[in-house]
């Protein structure tokens, strides 16, 4: 009995012995797998983290604002400019190199598609134009730069832009703190909503406004779960109770026959073309997008651009020499900003959004998905795997811009302006370059054109800026504007 005991036990110590061995055998499997994903090829080195998590919460961990992501300096120091990682739970290869980040951007369509996380872009609807590729892509860029192109700037937007900034400027002097992103969401939201659809109620109109304005992509850039997850409360509110409105409207459009002078007008015409590949949604999800994205990123780029101007006292002494001339050159001058100041006079204040752009990496990082196996620099990245470009770290190299953390706008002495260049990506490059660069920089210019001539300014001594990795205002951008004594 005493013997039957002891052989249970054994028995009992093997089988535990035996399942701990297997159970080990297969986590050290699915870790090796993890660690080692297959490639038909050499894949780029570098290491994927923790299962599932990857290296997602080190990418995404807040860091200061005049410094490179220790996560990408320990990376880089470690392996190079092309590495491999996992991040958002997908293989990803992270390209810091200029070359390697201007081939990948150009050959869209071809080994790479734009892919974005889901959270960022299925709010947007599935007809959303970050969801096209091909001509399709190509026709929905079209129909953007018909609302978003340098001609119907000048014809149609410019006055506008300017006058409607005008106003807000002057509403908000001598009545104390007010938030500088919540003032330029305004003030652009004002003047493009009725551009965009102009035969909208009163009451129709704020609404969707309020959903324009409350859009954004900053909930991806806090790593506060809480903050985080009320931020996409709200994007995802916007998005449906905006395009909801779109939709009816659209809708009433198509039944009236009511001809207008808007986007939406310009859109349903490019529908109605013979063989035309938008359809509706396609139009109700474009309209939303570029409203929101446009308030969003200026908005952004504004308060940038006036946290460097108030940190630089000898810019914005010249920046007000270039202003204070183009007033009193000014034939008509009752009349506002115009296209030809904004394009040949405003040479100072153009090397300073330049630079505020350089600095601020407001899109840190661009996301495209391998569709078909792809050499690079020797290495092999699987179709399927998401190659993601950063820009930023280019833009900080002192081999190529002396001093990248001081905000220098006299860099840009002499030089060409131009976006898409390998070692100036800020609206990115290729078929997917930025469709409102051009709209930006004019939104900016007047802004700072009306805030140099008429205004003393200040922000609150807390307008901190970090990056997570994307630029983010932890307290916002308080600030005081009073009319200045001529
Ligand atoms: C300073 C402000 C802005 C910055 C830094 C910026 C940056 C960028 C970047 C880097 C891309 C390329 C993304 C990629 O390739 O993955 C992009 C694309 C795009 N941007 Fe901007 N943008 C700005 C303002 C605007 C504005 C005002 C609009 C107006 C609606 C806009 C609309 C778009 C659109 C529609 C695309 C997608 C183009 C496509 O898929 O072909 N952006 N932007």
């Known amino acids: 009995m005493h013997c039957s005991r002891h052989n249970n036990m054994s028995l009992l110590w093997i089988t535990g012995l035996c399942v701990t061995a297997l159970v080990v055998v297969r986590i050290s499997n699915w870790w090796y797998r993890w660690s080692s994903p297959k490639s038909n090829g050499k894949l780029p080195p570098g290491s994927m983290g923790f299962p599932i998590i990857g ?14 992501s220790p996560f990408l300096k320990k990376k880089m120091l470690r392996y190079g400019p092309l590495f491999r990682t996992s991040i958002l739970g997908v293989n990803t290869v992270i390209s810091t190199d200029m070359d390697v980040n201007l081939d990948i951007l150009r050959h869209e369509n071809k080994y790479f598609n734009l892919s974005y996380p889901d959270g960022l872009v299925k709010p947007l609807g599935k007809e959303s134009m970050f969801l096209k590729t091909g001509n399709i892509h190509k026709h929905i860029k079209q129909i953007c730069m018909s609302l978003l192109g340098s001609e119907n700037l000048k014809r149609k937007m410019i006055k506008d832009m300017d006058s409607v900034t005008y106003e807000h400027l002057c509403l908000k002097a001598g009545q104390g703190r007010f938030d500088l992103r919540e003032i330029v969401s305004s003030l652009i939201t004002s003047h493009l909503t009725p551009k965009v659809i102009s035969d909208l109620k009163p009451e129709t109109q704020s609404m969707l406004m309020e959903s324009f304005k409350a859009f954004s992509f900053d909930w991806f850039r806090t790593s506060y779960i809480l903050s985080a997850g009320r931020g996409l409360y709200n994007t995802l509110w916007a998005c449906r109770q905006g395009m909801k409105l779109i939709k009816e409207v659209y809708t009433r459009r198509i039944t009236s026959r009511e001809k207008y002078n808007d986007f939406l007008e310009t859109a349903l015409e490019e529908l109605e073309k013979e063989g035309s590949s938008v359809n509706e949604d396609v139009i109700v999800s474009l309209i939303f997008t570029l409203s929101g994205i446009t308030q969003d990123t200026t908005s952004k780029a504004i308060c940038m651009a006036v946290k460097f101007i108030s940190e630089n006292p000898k ?70 795997w998401i190659v993601m470009v950063i820009p930023s770290v280019v833009h900080f190299d002192p081999e190529i811009y002396e001093n990248p953390f001081e905000f220098n706008p006299w860099r840009w002495e002499g030089k060409e302006l131009r976006s898409g260049s390998k070692t100036f990506m800020v609206f990115g490059a290729g078929a997917r370059q930025c469709a409102g660069s051009e709209y930006a920089r004019l939104q900016i210019s007047l802004f700072i054109h009306h805030l140099v001539t008429t205004y003393d300014f200040s922000l609150s001594k807390d307008c901190e800026v970090i990056r997570v990795p994307g630029a983010l205002f932890p307290n916002g951008i308080s600030m005081n504007i009073s009319k200045r004594s001529r």
């Open 55 to 68: 290296e997602t919460f080190d990418f995404f961990k807040p860091h200061g604002f005049y410094e490179i």
């Open 315 to 384: 810019v914005l002494e010249e920046l007000k020499k270039e202003h204070e001339a183009i007033l009193a050159n000014r034939e008509d001058k009752e009349g506002g900003v115009t296209w030809e100041e904004f394009r040949h006079k405003m040479i100072f204040t153009n090397m300073v959004i330049h630079e505020s752009l350089r600095m601020t990496n407001l899109a840190p990082m661009m996301f495209r998905k391998v569709v078909k196996d792809v050499e690079i620099k020797g290495y092999t990245i699987p179709a399927g």
